[in-house]
């Protein structure tokens, strides 16, 4: 009897005074455990008579159960300091300065081709798509250049060494014009006869050409409208539209200029007025004021009859205007960036410093409807 009071008591003791969750383990197992002393006193009852029985049962039963909670007091006791201290341990400061993550930025050439999107679409243009590798027929024939076409050699083109099944000859597009092709005879396909276009097709373009202001890789944008009479006056006032909610400001002043390209008839070059402001071309102003001049932009017309009907149009029932403009050069003219080489050099410092937040405040202030 006092050998177990004894025994309980020592076994309370080392169970208060276990520092470790392993420690209190070890004492459960050498108490209440399959071969711990209390098991085991427990079984003895067994092979006693009733009457010894019930002298030693109510000993050994109530050190089973003071032991069994005091195991599971100290059990939860040591969890809940380990958890404090584990909490003490972890604890965030908030007041320490953030480590700043490396933030990526938008390429000007995207910001540019995203804020042209917006423009157009303001305008009720669609951006459409066309494949950079090309054939010889989208690229030149069906834009009224045919084999021996001379404006074929001006553009520099590379070509790959195999042709397509049909014979065709296989390059990199030159210039988003090819689009004009693809997108009409879609229309026509879809209503015989033509249908109403008015699409922008932004994309890379390439050329066997590389100095300061050339790239082998560059990015244009082209325009085409469809409609029934359709004139140059359509033409001017949709350039003159996107120009000036491009560059933002109302004194922007074109200059049509008659010019050739095999595409349209009449052709119009489109010269804008600049002003040289600390040795800067900044777009704006007539070109005829004092301290202005002209500036070639970009590339347009009437849609030749020839192209309308290889596009599958009826040119004595549609007409249509074109433009071609270069993307990077709208970026260089409008952000401030004199060397071309440099947007496609992928200078970490160069993208730093011209690129753009994707989180701020879109670039444009206005769109074409609060200038209307
Ligand atoms: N494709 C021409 C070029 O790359 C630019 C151009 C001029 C496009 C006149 C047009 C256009 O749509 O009408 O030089």
């Keep these: 009897m006092t050998d177990i009071t004894s025994q309980t008591e020592a076994a309370l003791a080392a169970i208060a005074a276990a520092a470790s969750l392993d420690a209190l383990e070890a004492e459960r197992l050498e108490t209440l455990g399959k071969k711990g ?24 039963q109530s050190a089973r159960a003071s032991i069994a909670e005091a195991l599971d007091a100290k059990k939860a006791a040591l969890e809940a300091a380990a958890l404090e201290e584990q909490l003490a341990r972890e604890t965030v400061d908030l007041t320490l300065p953030a480590v700043a993550a490396p933030k990526g930025s938008v390429h000007p050439v995207s910001q540019v081709m995203d804020e042209l999107a917006e423009i157009f679409a303001d305008l009720g243009f669609a951006v459409a798509t066309g494949p950079e590798i090309e054939d010889d027929w989208h690229n030149f024939t069906a834009l009224n250049m045919d084999e021996t076409h001379p404006a074929r050699a001006m553009h520099d083109t590379f070509y790959f060494p195999d042709k397509t099944t049909e014979g065709k000859d296989v390059l990199l597009r030159t210039h988003t014009s090819p689009v004009q092709v693809r997108t009409m005879l879609v229309a026509a396909q879809t209503s015989p006869g033509g249908a109403p276009v008015r699409i922008i097709a932004p994309g890379r373009v390439y050329r066997s050409d590389s100095d300061a202001t050339h790239t082998p890789m560059f990015h244009q944008i082209e325009g085409l409208v469809i409609d ?19 560059f933002e400001r109302d004194d922007i002043v074109l200059r049509l200029r008659p010019s050739y390209f095999p595409f349209t008839e009449p052709s119009v070059e489109v010269d804008v007025g600049y002003a040289n402001e600390n040795g800067r071309r900044v777009v704006g102003g007539s070109g005829d004021a004092q301290g202005h001049a002209w500036m070639e932009l970009l590339g347009s017309g009437m849609v030749n009859a020839r ?3 290889m596009g599958g149009f009826d040119p004595g029932q549609w007409q249509g205007f074109a433009f071609g403009v270069g993307v990077d050069r709208l970026a260089m003219l409008k952000y401030g960036m004199n060397d071309l080489r440099a947007f496609f050099d992928g200078d970490p410092r160069w993208l730093a410093h011209y690129g753009f937040s994707p989180f701020d405040q879109p670039t444009l202030s206005a769109g074409v409807g609060a200038r209307a």
Aim: aromatic share 8%.
């Design 37 to 60: 002393w209390v098991s085991l006193a427990l079984k003895t009852l067994g092979s006693m008579t009733p009457e010894e029985r019930t002298a030693a049962a109510p000993a050994i």
């Design 228 to 246: 029934r009479d359709i004139h140059l006056g359509h033409l001017k006032w949709t350039l003159e539209t996107f120009l000036k909610a491009f």
């Design 307 to 309: 192209v309308l009907e």
